[in-house]
């Protein structure tokens, strides 16, 4: 069984940063693609920025130079560093991965139980 668990979040005044961190445990044979979700209060998800086994990275608009994303691969693990955080950062941020549990197998998604941010003053 696959657990992705993520951490950091919390409160921060706008212009602040926090770096979220998402570990993948279980077992795992690879993990092709890690990513960030998030979701406003009456909002649908939205991708924040995912990141291939390969580095290549990709983020969205509304946070291209104030996001970044990395990974450790030995660890399993990835990361949101956010700074110049605005108000309509807030939301739950979710993690995924696109794995495989054995060599040759089907690639399955799993998500984490998501982050609270909240940008405020």
């Known amino acids: 069984q696959v657990h992705l668990v993520e951490s950091g979040g919390g409160l921060v005044q706008p212009g602040g940063s926090l770096r979220l961190s998402c570990a993948a445990s279980g077992s795992i044979f690879s993990i092709n693609v890690l990513g960030w979700y998030r979701q406003a209060p009456g909002k649908q998800r939205e991708l924040v920025a995912h990141i291939t086994s390969g580095g290549s990275t990709n983020c969205a608009d509304s946070v291209k130079g104030r996001f970044t994303i990395s990974r450790d691969n030995a660890k399993n693990t990835v990361y949101l560093q956010m700074n110049s955080l605005k108000p309509e950062d807030t939301a739950v941020y979710y993690c995924?991965?696109?794995?495989?549990?054995?060599?040759?197998?089907?690639?399955?998604?799993?998500w984490g139980q998501g982050t609270q941010v909240t940008v405020s003053s």
């Open positions: 995924n991965a696109i794995l495989n549990l054995v060599a040759g197998g089907p690639a399955s998604l799993y």
